[in-house]
């Protein structure tokens, strides 16, 4: 627990505190739809988690924004129609899960800002 809290907070902090263009990327994406769309910053093409204004994006090694579900390391991400990273709770197929700040889908019992507690499923969809 202590393991992935902390994990969990390291990747916090690292997505909050970026601040230009990723440029290289060590993730893996799956059930992503390419969008077409490449952002460039100072003459770079972006990759990996990418902040654009207020709002954070994925761009796969080939540069194209992605959307849909996003594996990165052990983690997995959701990528709205506009490429936006998502959080708090979004329904996606029918089902709903729950997005941390980080961005992470959470799993099993978590207890939010509004004092509830949630029964989430390995794979986060929410069962109670």
């Keep these: 627990m ?19 263009p990723v440029f290289a990327s060590t993730t893996s994406t799956t059930n992503t739809t390419e969008t077409g769309w ?4 100072n003459g770079h093409m972006a990759t990996g988690i990418t902040q654009i204004q207020d709002k954070l994006y ?3 090694g080939n540069g ?11 983690y ?4 709205d129609d506009n490429g936006s990273i998502v959080t708090g709770w979004r329904q996606i ?3 709903w899960y729950y997005f941390s700040q980080s961005r992470i889908m959470q799993v099993g ?3 939010l800002e509004d004092g509830k507690t949630y029964n989430l499923a390995e794979d986060g969809h929410w069962i109670s």
């Excluded at 202590?2 to 230009?20: F, G, R």
């Excluded at 194209?64 to 052990?74: A, D, F, H």
């Excluded at 997995?76 to 990528?79: P, V």
């Design 58 to 60: 994925y761009f796969d």
């Design 109 to 111: 019992t978590i207890e």
């Design 38 to 41: 490449r952002y460039y910053y």
């Design 76 to 79: 997995k991400m959701y990528a």
């Design 64 to 74: 194209t924004l992605l959307t849909g579900w996003i594996s990165y390391g052990n």
């Design 2 to 20: 202590i393991k992935k809290l902390l994990t969990t907070t390291l990747l916090t902090i690292s997505l909050i505190t970026i601040t230009t």
């Design 93 to 95: 197929n029918n089902q």
